[in-house]
């Protein structure tokens, strides 16, 4: 796997003379035989296709989130022969922050006091002063608060439970992160829900139908190693096609408190 993921570092490097790009690769390249060795099942990753890997190492790159930041900004997550990015919701509220939106999410707790008026919060109060819940089972929903930017404040938008374990169950896995960090799902499941409803747009934030995948475009057939799946996506692509997002933006997150 590791000859796998610098032959992809290699292969869409030299799809680009874009020098910048070409470290946000090597970094993304980096963070992945990071996030390998850290995993407790190796054997899963050996198993998925060069073409995930490569389609993997571009997604990450292009928007400047990478595995194994802190706090992290997305899981990868090797499921059916493909190598799967999970966004977090704190990778979610970067690339929100790069289109000048500030997103911050409370989770609420099962016992907690809260009033909403049309899908708006309009009152929250936490029952104790103990640590955001830890379970899904011990999570009423989740506070998704949007900041423009234009001085109007924060809106407070609710996301309940149900529309959360929706999510869950329609995820392609129903493990890997939604077993090991369950409520760091739930909260950037609902900022994802709360976009699809039209609550707030952020241009360039992809939002599929499978959010937390990995597309791939299939092939004819299954380039048999990464540098080849790199050279079939190149054909469909001039060099230089993209570059690299900015420097996050820096995103304050408050990850405890009721919503103000």
């Given at each position: 796997m590791s000859d796998i993921i610098d032959s992809a570092v290699r292969a869409i490097s030299a799809s680009t003379t874009d020098e910048a790009a070409r470290q946000a690769v090597a970094r993304v390249g980096l963070a992945f035989r990071g996030a390998r060795a850290a995993s407790k099942d190796r054997s899963a990753w050996d198993r998925v296709s060069p073409q995930s890997v490569v389609a993997a190492v571009e997604w990450c790159a292009r928007h400047g989130l990478h595995p194994g930041s802190s706090p992290p900004t997305v899981y990868l997550v090797p499921q059916s022969g493909e190598l799967q990015a999970r966004v977090t919701h704190v990778g979610l509220a970067t690339l929100a922050a790069r289109a000048g939106l500030r997103l911050r999410t409370v989770p609420v707790a099962v016992g907690d006091a809260v009033e909403v008026d049309f899908g708006i919060v309009v009152a929250h109060r936490r029952a104790t002063l103990e640590a955001d819940p830890e379970r899904i089972e011990d999570?009423?929903?989740?506070i998704v608060c949007v900041d423009?930017?234009?001085?109007?404040?924060?809106?407070?938008?609710?996301?309940?439970?149900?529309?959360?374990?929706?999510?869950?169950?329609a995820s392609r896995s129903k493990g890997g992160p939604w077993q090991?960090?369950?409520?760091?799902?739930?909260?950037?499941?609902?900022?994802?829900?709360?976009?699809?409803?039209?609550?707030?747009?952020v241009e360039g934030m992809m939002l599929p139908e499978e959010p937390d995948a990995i597309e791939v475009t299939a092939a004819p057939s299954r380039p048999a190693s990464a540098l080849a799946a790199a050279e079939s996506r190149m054909l469909e692509a001039p060099a230089d096609l993209w570059e690299p997002s900015q420097e996050p933006a820096q995103v304050e997150l408050i990850e405890s408190g009721g919503a103000r």
């Open positions: 999570l009423l929903g989740v423009h930017g234009d001085g109007r404040g924060e809106v407070r938008l609710w996301v309940p439970r149900s529309v959360i374990l929706q999510a869950r169950a090991s960090h369950p409520v760091q799902m739930a909260r950037a499941a609902a900022i994802r829900s709360a976009a699809r409803r039209g609550d707030f747009v």
